[in-house]
Nanobody, 114 residues
Framework: QVQLVESGGGLVQAGGSLRLSCAAS????????MAWYRQAPGKQRELVAT???????YYVDPVKGRFTISRDNAKNTVYLQMNSLKREDTAVYYC????????WGQGTLVTVSS
């Protein structure tokens, strides 16, 4: 089993930055793809970015050029550096891991104020 714990959320002004972390524990050697999703109030959960074990990344258009996903395999941790934050980035951000099973973290709230 894999467990995911996110941290780093909080309140930030528009234009500011935050870095989210997701620490994985358990059977982490079986994890292939890790990702960040987000769910804004009243909206469905949506993909933000993914990263494979070899470091290949993918971003959805709204965050391209502003967010960076990275992964430290030695620490079993994935990061999401978020710059130039906008009010529409306000959401609960969830870490997601795919190996033999899919696992979700508990989420961390990011609030961007104007």
């Amino acid at each position: 089993q894999v467990q995911l714990v996110e941290s780093g959320g909080g309140l930030v002004q528009a234009g500011g930055s935050l870095r989210l972390s997701c620490a994985a524990s358990g059977s982490t050697a079986r994890i292939n793809v890790m990702a960040w999703y987000r769910q804004a109030p009243g909206k469905q959960r949506e993909l933000v970015a993914t990263i494979t074990r070899d470091g290949s990344t993918y971003y959805v258009d709204p965050v391209k050029g502003r967010f960076t996903i990275s992964r430290d395999n030695a620490k079993n941790t994935v990061y999401l550096q978020m710059n130039s934050l906008k009010r529409e980035d306000t959401a609960v951000y969830y870490c997601h891991a795919v190996g033999l099973l899919e696992v979700w973290g508990q989420g961390t709230l990011v609030t961007v104020s104007s």
